[in-house]
């Protein structure tokens, strides 16, 4: 079985910065992309960046320069460092892998979820 586990939410002001981790676990064979979605309440979940594993890297319009995703393929883990934090960044942060598990068989995985808040 395929895991994904957020870290490095919490509660943050205006202007501060938070790195957010998403580490992949369990019979992998390959990931082709890892990315970051949120979703704010009453909101659709949204992308905010993805990166394959060659490098190439997608952003959403609203990241205006303040977010860098980055990954480490040997340890099956992307990054998200985020400054510049505004409270219309308050959501939910949610990993997702695009990946081969150990059976040959395609399986986007989503990780729970790690509560980002940013408030005075």
């Known amino acids: 079985q395929v895991q994904l586990v957020e870290s490095g939410g919490g509660l943050v002001q205006p202007g501060g910065s938070l790195r957010l981790s998403c580490a992949a676990s369990g019979s992998i064979f390959s990931i082709n992309a890892m990315g970051w979605y949120r979703q704010a309440p009453g909101k659709e979940r949204e992308l905010v960046a993805a990166?394959?594993?060659?490098?190439?890297?997608n952003y959403a319009d609203f990241v205006k320069g303040r977010f860098a995703i980055s990954r480490d393929n040997a340890k099956n883990t992307v990054y998200l460092q985020m400054n510049s934090l505004k409270p219309e960044d308050t959501a939910v942060y949610y990993c997702n892998a695009d990946l081969f598990n150990a059976y040959g068989r395609r399986r986007p995985t989503w990780g729970q979820g790690t509560q980002v808040t940013v408030s005075s």
């Open positions: 990166i394959t594993s060659s490098g190439t890297i």
